[in-house]
């Protein structure tokens, strides 16, 4: 009979991080759990780590990638491997805090619900209650239900329905954020969603990832446009993207007018749609005069996030 959960670590030259991670799952309620370091063909000592931890854990597993797949495409393979009833995928560079996950076992053994959500950004205010409910209600509840999956870790998902769809998931690759279309799919099927009471992981940007500011914000708007109703996308993204300040979206214009060639007209459009009136009187009048103001000296404070920046986004 198969386990109620299985954990995977995917990783990719961070050994340093991923002794971090083990060490904070030694030892914890999820350890007794088959977990499987999924590495996308390090050159580091990333097995070394894995055989210092391996008498640590009753089932720690390793399997290395012939060659890199791309991270995306690690996150889908490691829900390939998994035989469990559900599956959490775990970044190599978070913060964990078990303090409190009974509720998380409960919810689990009973295997009524589809996702179960256990945290996000580490500064993000999460609900003091376990909150049990549709996708769209729990967007009515002013959770961030389409915010936490942005975060790889942020979530457990069922796993034969993930594995349903996840050729789906495969094509979204190109937008970063793959394992969105499952949550998506939750939402259009009005499934039901677990939030734990504590939340037990969060997401502090330790590593780098290749990544820029800019090709980031390009896959969200276009993954959030896979979400067809425009009301619950447009509050999905502010949700994301919580208190976006004048002067982000002034960056933002510039940016975009800057690099046009690294976003289309049409992903432009998309921005536009998904901020505020305020927002988008802000942005057209920047963007309208970035031609001028790109050419001035402050152009410097922002140029880092287009080509020199990396950010996390696992």
């Known amino acids: ?103 998380i076992f409960e919810v689990l053994n009973n295997k009524e619900v589809d996702a179960v959500m256990v ?3 580490d500064k993000v205010n999460w609900p003091k209650e376990g ?38 998931s495969y094509t979204n690759i190109v937008n970063l954020f793959p394992a969105m279309t499952y949550y998506i799919k939750l939402y259009e099927e009005d499934k039901l969603v677990y939030v734990c009471k504590n939340k037990i992981v969060n997401a502090t940007a330790k590593a780098e990832y290749q990544y820029t500011y800019l090709r980031v914000m390009d896959a969200t708007i276009n993954t959030f446009y896979l979400i067809n109703s425009p009301r619950i996308r447009r509050i999905s993204f502010e949700k994301t993207y919580p208190n976006l300040p004048s002067r982000r979206i002034v960056k933002h214009a510039l940016m975009m007018q800057q690099k046009s060639s690294l976003m289309s007209k049409r992903t432009i459009f998309r921005y536009v749609s998904l901020i505020n009136w305020k927002r988008k009187i802000v942005f057209i009048l920047t963007y309208m005069i970035a031609p001028i103001a790109n050419k001035l000296s402050f152009q410097d404070s922002y140029s880092k996030y287009i080509k020199k920046e990396p950010v996390n986004i696992a």
Not at 49 to 68: E, G, R, S
Not at 134 to 156: H, M, N, Q, R, W
């Open 131 to 168: 909150l049990l409910d549709t996708p769209k209600k729990l967007i009515e509840k002013d959770f961030a239900y389409f915010g936490v999956p942005s975060f790889v870790a942020g979530s457990i998902f069922k796993t034969k329905l993930f594995q349903e769809q996840i050729r789906i």
């Open 1 to 103: 009979m198969a386990e109620i959960l299985e954990l995977f670590i995917i990783t990719y030259n961070r050994s340093t991080h991923l002794d971090s991670t083990l060490y904070q799952l030694v030892g914890c309620p999820f350890s007794e759990f088959s977990i499987t370091i999924l590495d996308n063909c390090s050159t580091d000592n990333t097995e070394d780590v894995y055989l210092a931890y391996k008498d640590k854990f009753p089932k720690l597993n390793y399997i290395k990638n012939k060659i890199n797949i791309g991270a995306d495409a690690n996150v889908l393979r490691a829900a390939e491997y998994s035989n469990s009833t559900y599956t959490w995928i775990l970044c190599d560079d978070d913060d964990y805090d078990f303090t409190y996950c009974e509720d």
């Open 119 to 121: 945290g996000w950004w």
